[in-house]
């Protein structure tokens, strides 16, 4: 008997345990006909995760889903689980989550959810809350619960459930949670009092009733802090210094979106777009307060980098980034190493250093074959005319050796007036001479109508006149300046490009005079220069068209040169925080406004076109560089025949008129000497 009441006694504690711990469960299941009405009549998804802490609810709920052709995955709260494993890129595209509030481990649920940004419309929230209020399980701490968020909470009501959508404008701006409600249950039967998809659309969720939004901008001047500076300057239509023309134009298509969407924006300003803390990954500028969150959206665009994706969303692509080097074709710009049309001034540029070389070297080959030609005449073939001999006092100075060398001399001189086509007289008698004086005339046609055709074009294709190129700009006489503005200093820090490199070393290396524009000014300094000539500036062109349309006539636009390459043309991406709450229903805004032609207005205004060249033709003189060639080769290659003073020698000889002056007072001193050693 002892021992029976013994374990009589340890009995009833133990009853009463699982008593009190079915009771336990039995509270903390949720209804299966709830959420099974949530996932297939209001949601409609495929896919469904259930966090819970009761095995009824993994039971009954899991057999009733997959019942309805549910793809059913199951996490207790109460176990260790990691949620970016769970909610995967490889979920499907639309999937609801229900979640026991009543569980302990709900709370860390949902804010590990808010922080890792879940709350979006990947996902369908299903927070079975009953007798818990919405205020306590969405505190402010949970700070991602915006305008994007899907989530449906289920209380219990007097005669049956009830269904709200949740969201807000902005938790993490103090903006009150708002509630809608979607549809009851009475019976098993569901009444359903708005469309769900409604509730969550853009069109429903669209007022933000005067909310402030965290804005960012970028104005390189000193002394912009307020608000109120910077919405001064953004709003002006005219071009500010230092703020880049896709600043004003991001601005104003958030202007779009702060009228379709009824919020204001507090601008804080930044004086750079990137960098970084030394050699730390802290970002610096308008990217690191974007990508640390501390802004809601940006007026300003950034460039596309592959670094980039994984920090930041875009919400919308339209400007199209395009510097170049602006000046003004003067005749005296050519640019060494360019082709024929750019050098068309310049008297050597139709042929390249290569081919004259080559041509002179064929020349020089056709003068020494004929010398040989004559050599062998006069030592093997002895043709020799006595008739022309003349018998005088000088006779020991005129031997075969002195004629021989006069005709060599002769051969020279006859082969330059070929190539000048000048003809030739006498005619040569032998047969291998006249094959050689054909192949030297042919020689000549040839390159003379090359040169010739090439002169001619590149004089008539004035388009392609001057520097085109980022390596030609550098080794131009043009003076070259930078619009002040940051991304410009960030490119000389930065960039490792071999062009860039040489373009600071050569023009930006040295000081300059206070006469002259410094390295760094702006488009309205700029202008004079440019319409001057023999100065180069770097701007985004949009920026500089509306000033030199205003300042330049007919023929200086047409003279207007674009040397781009020193920067990339590319669309620039108007970004948000990576999976901001704003980015879907912000981007939705902005394909809504495209597709409207509202986007396409704002570009026509703010996107100038180059002005057009109204000239039929221009005609640039040539300058002094191009033809200071011609006249060298003029003075030192001139044909002439150097006559002596002696009436018994009449000995041709080749030269310039600074060289036939050279070798007439050689030639005159020769003979002389020559003279007095036969009279010795």
């Known amino acids: 008997m002892p021992d029976q009441n013994e374990h009589c006694k340890m009995k009833i504690p133990i009853c009463m345990f699982v008593f009190v711990l079915v009771a336990g469960e039995k509270n903390l299941d949720m209804d299966v006909s709830v959420l099974t009405n949530f996932v297939v009549n209001l949601v409609k998804t495929k896919h469904t995760i259930v966090f819970s802490c009761s095995l009824k609810d993994f039971r009954e709920t899991t057999f009733a889903l997959m019942e309805r052709n549910q793809f059913v995955s199951v996490v207790h709260l109460n176990d260790t689980y990691s949620l970016p494993s769970i909610l995967t890129i490889d979920s499907h595209a639309r999937t609801s989550i229900l979640v026991n509030a009543r569980c302990s481990g709900s709370s860390e649920l949902l804010f590990e959810a808010s922080e890792n940004r879940y709350f979006n419309k990947s996902y369908q929230w299903c927070i079975w809350g009953v007798d818990l209020d919405v205020q306590s399980l969405f505190p402010l701490k949970l700070n991602y619960v915006g305008p994007n968020a899907q989530i449906t909470y289920v209380n219990e009501t007097n005669d049956g459930y009830a269904y709200w959508d949740v969201h807000s404008k902005g938790r993490h701006l103090k903006s009150q949670l708002e509630i809608h409600l979607i549809a009851t249950l009475i019976n098993g039967t569901i009444n359903i009092i708005s469309d769900i998809t409604h509730l969550q659309s853009i069109d429903f969720r669209g007022q933000f009733n005067g909310l402030t939004l965290r804005g960012a901008s970028v104005i390189d001047k000193e002394n912009i802090i307020s608000n109120e500076q910077i919405e001064s300057i953004l709003s002006r239509p005219t071009k500010d210094s230092g703020v880049a023309a896709f600043i004003k134009y991001h601005y104003e298509l958030l202007g779009l979106l702060r009228e379709r969407f009824n919020f204001t924006v507090n ?56 510097t170049a080097f602006l000046y003004r ?4 710009l050519f640019t060494p190493g360019g082709d024929s049309a750019a050098w068309a001034g310049n008297f050597l540029s139709p042929f390249s250093a290569r081919v004259w070389f080559f041509s002179l070297l064929t020349l020089a080959a056709f003068s020494i074959i004929w010398v040989l030609f004559e050599v ?26 002195d004629k021989l060398k006069a ?7 006859q082969t330059f007036g070929a190539c000048c086509q000048q003809g030739m007289d006498p005619n040569p008698k032998d047969r291998s001479v006249r094959f050689l004086v054909m192949t030297l005339f042919l020689f000549s046609l040839v390159m003379y109508n090359y040169y010739t055709s090439s002169v001619v074009g590149g004089l008539l294709s004035s388009s392609d006149q001057g520097p085109a190129t980022v390596d030609q700009i550098t080794s131009s006489p043009l003076t070259i300046s930078f619009e002040d503005i940051g991304y410009y200093k960030v490119l000389f820090r930065e960039s490792k490009n071999q062009s860039i490199t040489r373009l600071i070393e050569k023009k930006l290396s040295s000081s300059r005079s206070s006469k002259e524009l410094p390295i760094f000014s702006h488009i309205e300094e700029a202008v004079p220069y440019l319409k001057a000539g023999g100065f180069a500036f770097h701007c985004e062109v949009v920026d500089a068209y509306p000033v030199i349309a205003e300042f330049f006539d007919a023929n200086e636009i047409c003279d207007l040169r674009e040397v781009s390459g020193l920067m990339e043309v590319e669309i620039l991406n108007w970004i948000l925080h990576k999976n901001s709450q704003y980015t879907e229903i912000f981007r939705t ?75 007439l007072c050689v030639e005159k001193l020769y003979v002389r000497l020559k003279m007095a050693n036969c009279r010795v």
């Open 267 to 322: 601008f804080r300003n930044s004086r750079g777009w990137a960098g970084r803390l030394g050699n730390t990954t802290f970002r610096l500028g308008l990217l690191g307060i974007v990508m640390r969150n501390e802004a809601d959206i940006a007026a300003s665009g950034a460039f596309n980098r592959i670094n980039r994706f994984a920090e930041f969303d875009i919400i919308h692509q339209s400007w199209k980034f395009e």
């Open 329 to 332: 074709y003067t005749p005296d």
């Open 376 to 401: 062998i005449d006069g030592k093997f073939l002895d043709k020799r005319d006595n008739s022309q001999k003349q018998e005088t006092s000088t006779e020991c100075a005129l031997n075969a050796k």
């Open 407 to 413: 005709a060599c001399i002769e051969r020279v001189l």
């Open 589 to 663: 805004a902005m394909c809504n406004a495209q597709e409207k032609g509202f986007v396409e207005r704002i570009l026509r205004r703010r996107q100038i076109k180059k002005p057009t060249c109204l000239s039929l033709y221009t005609v640039y003189p040539v300058s002094i560089s191009g033809v200071l060639p011609a006249f060298i080769i003029l003075i030192c290659m001139h044909d002439m025949i150097i006559r002596k003073s002696s009436d018994l020698i009449n000995l041709p000889i080749t030269g310039g008129i600074i060289v036939s002056l050279t070798l």
